[in-house]
C-alpha cells in the first residue's frame, strides 16, 4: 500500500511541475484534442497525459468492444507507470478516463462523459435512487397489510459540476456554484444579491460567465 501511494504521489507530482509551466498551456477549446488513456489521478486530466490502455490490465474475462464496459466491470487495474513500475489500483480510486477523444469521470462506480469543458465543468448522469415505503390500503384495500417496509427504487437525472482548481466533483446547486464564484469577486457579489429563485434560474449563465473570465489551461497538442 505505501509503495503504491509513494508512486501515485511521485505522478501527481510530476505532471502538477509541468502544468505550472505556463508557456506550455493553450486556452481550452472545443477542438482540443484529448488523448486516450486511462487518468489515474486528476493531475493526469490536467496535463493530458493518461496512462495509454495498452499499459493496462484488468482483472475481467469481459471480452466486449466498449472499453468503458470492460473497465467497469473490473475492480482493479494493473498499470506500468512511467518508471517502468507496475503497481494495482482499486477502480473506484482512479480520476477517469478518456475514449475516442472524449473524457470520462468516475462518479458513483461509472463513467461519466463530460460534455461541457472549462474551470467549471458540468455533466449529467442517470443513477438509480433506493427507497423503502409503507403499503397504503386505501389504494389497495385487497392487498394485505405488512408492516415490513417495501423496498423500491427509481431512475433519476442528475446534474454535476467539476471544479477544475480541485478536480471535486461537486453537486449543482446554488450552495456549490456559490462556492466556485466565490473566487472571482465581481461575479459572486453579483450572484449573491440575486433571490433564490433567479439564482437557481440563472446557475448554467453564471457557470459560462465564470469559464469566460477563467478559462481553463491544459497542455498544447503535440500530435
Not at 40 to 48: C, D, G, P, R
Not at 136 to 143: G, I, K, L, V, W
Not at 177 to 192: G, P, Q, T, W
Request: charged letters at 20%.
Amino acid at each position: 500500500m505505501r509503495i503504491k501511494l509513494l508512486i501515485l504521489f511521485i505522478i501527481s507530482m510530476v505532471t502538477l511541475k509541468a502544468q505550472t509551466d505556463t508557456s506550455m498551456l493553450i486556452e481550452y477549446s472545443y477542438g482540443y484534442k484529448f488523448k486516450d488513456g486511462l487518468y489515474i489521478n486528476f493531475a493526469q486530466f490536467l496535463e493530458n497525459n493518461p496512462t495509454r490502455f495498452n499499459f493496462i490490465t484488468i482483472d475481467t474475462d469481459q471480452t466486449s468492444q466498449d472499453i468503458i464496459e470492460n473497465l467497469e466491470q473490473s475492480k482493479t487495474i494493473n498499470f506500468f507507470n512511467e518508471f517502468g513500475i507496475e503497481t494495482s489500483i482499486n477502480i473506484n480510486e482512479i480520476w477517469g478516463c478518456c475514449v475516442n477523444g472524449k473524457p470520462h469521470v468516475m462518479w458513483k462506480n461509472e463513467f461519466r462523459l463530460i460534455p461541457y469543458i472549462g474551470s467549471i465543468s458540468h455533466f449529467v448522469a442517470n443513477i438509480t435512487v433506493y427507497y423503502e415505503s409503507m403499503h397504503d390500503p386505501f389504494y389497495d384495500p385487497y392487498y394485505y397489510y405488512s408492516s415490513v417496509p417495501i423496498r423500491q427504487h427509481s431512475n433519476e437525472l442528475v446534474q454535476m459540476i467539476i471544479d477544475m482548481k480541485t478536480g471535486k466533483i461537486l453537486e449543482f446547486n446554488t450552495d456549490n456554484i456559490s462556492k466556485v464564484l466565490a473566487r472571482d469577486s465581481s461575479l459572486f457579489k453579483e450572484f449573491s444579491e440575486l433571490s433564490k429563485r433567479k439564482k437557481r434560474k440563472l446557475l448554467f449563465s453564471f457557470i459560462r460567465r465564470y469559464n469566460e473570465n477563467h478559462p481553463l489551461y491544459l497542455p498544447k497538442n503535440t500530435d
